[in-house]
């Protein structure tokens, strides 16, 4: 049997995320290529593609003109985001964009409102959800193992839109947020050789209380010292359920309802060696001796860690995309716009000191 031609992808950026993650994850899997690199500057295009041995774009202009080019990565600096997506919104073929859709959550919405009027396949790269821990305890709640979700929280686990992400998985991707509650607060912090006080000449925390559409809560706490601080180096998230509850990896569940008893799940790691390398192969939950759910990975033999795994992810759905009409997107625009709302919100309330703020809808109905 004849194989299928590789699905042309190109790259717009050239920094670091295309020429550590994007370019060689283009050249390794099977279902694809790297068709070509833009950047702003031509020195660093022609550096990138004669690296990445593909061709330069020398405008993203000449990139979206060119018909043998399928679909396309963007991974440009994210002050450059709104600016380069605007431009895209003229574009038909399927893309992947990476977060934020705009550092401003106001215009992050009009960027979502440009790019959802043209109506082909946009996946923006969110992968906190995605990653196979995330991924088994989604399946998990869906399988009814710890009931109905009514709170959920982050705790360092994630910064704003992407925090949010992680807590609507947990409650379910229509939730929508009804009130936030939030404030904001700049903090004294002893100096330290190993933390470097990256945004800020301390240390500021934000906390968020959420209630959403389908009476759901959540709880929303983040440190800019979570980054790469020792002394906030714990980042957990988690849910109370009816039937159980989850701290990180840590779970519970009431097993059969009839003879309830509290059943401790455990997650289990087993890896392999390429190239030298120890990768993950599959995580197994387990509860006692027997497994419960299972996460594989699908290229055991490439040397990918779990964030890599995760953008192979959207990269397999964007081959997808280019083959079968109708393919949805891991974390469609309307999420997206409902999440970074959900930041806006946020951002509202802590202005306000005082309460409650209803989230901007976002556009495009509901997510």
């Known amino acids: 049997m004849t194989a299928e031609p590789q699905v042309a992808v190109a790259v717009i950026g050239t920094g670091r995320r295309c020429q550590n993650v994007y370019g060689p ?3 390794m899997l099977p279902g694809v290529r790297l068709a070509g690199v833009c950047g702003s500057r031509p020195d660093r295009t022609t550096a990138a ?3 990445l041995r593909t061709t330069a774009y020398s405008s993203i202009k000449d990139l979206l003109s060119d018909p043998t080019v399928q679909a396309l990565v963007a991974c440009v600096r994210w002050s450059e985001n709104p600016d380069v997506y605007r431009q895209l919104a003229g574009w038909d073929g399927p893309m992947l964009l990476e977060t934020p ?6 215009e992050a919405l009009a960027v979502a409102a440009a790019l959802l ?6 996946d923006i790269a969110e992968q906190y959800h995605r990653r196979p821990v995330e991924m088994l305890k ?7 193992v710890f009931g109905s979700i009514p709170y959920a929280f982050t705790d360092g686990a994630g910064h704003e839109y992407h925090g949010f992400s992680l807590l609507r998985s947990y409650l379910g991707w229509p939730s929508r947020p ?14 330290h050789v190993t933390h470097r006080n990256v945004f800020f000449n301390g240390e500021r925390v934000q906390h968020a209380l959420l209630e959403f559409d389908n009476d759901t809560t959540a709880a929303y706490h983040w440190s800019w010292l979570n980054y790469d601080s020792p002394i906030r180096a714990r980042r957990l998230s988690g849910f109370t359920g009816t039937h159980g509850a989850a701290w990180g990896e840590e779970m519970v569940g009431i097993g059969d309802p009839e003879h309830p008893q509290a059943m401790h799940y455990r997650m289990e790691r087993r890896t392999r060696v390429v190239d030298g390398i120890e990768v993950p192969a599959e995580i197994a939950v387990l509860t006692g001796d027997a497994c419960i759910a299972k ?9 990918l860690d779990d964030d890599r795994i995760t953008t192979v992810a959207f990269l397999d759905n964007l081959e997808r995309a280019v083959r079968e009409s109708g393919t949805r997107p891991l974390y469609p625009l309307e999420q997206a716009a409902a999440d970074h709302a959900t930041v806006d919100a946020m951002y509202q309330a802590i202005a306000a000191e005082s309460g409650c703020w209803l989230a901007r809808p976002s556009p495009g109905g509901t997510s």
């Open 101 to 106: 859709l705009a550092a401003d959550p106001a």
């Open 25 to 27: 994850l283009l050249m």
């Open 295 to 303: 996460w594989h990975n699908p290229y055991p033999h490439l040397g």
């Open 117 to 122: 009027e043209r109506g082909g396949y946009t």
């Open 138 to 144: 989604r399946e998990l709640i869906d399988r009814g």
């Open 178 to 191: 009804r009130r936030v509650l939030a404030l904001q607060r700049d903090l004294p912090m002893a100096d």
């Open 49 to 51: 593609a004669a690296r």
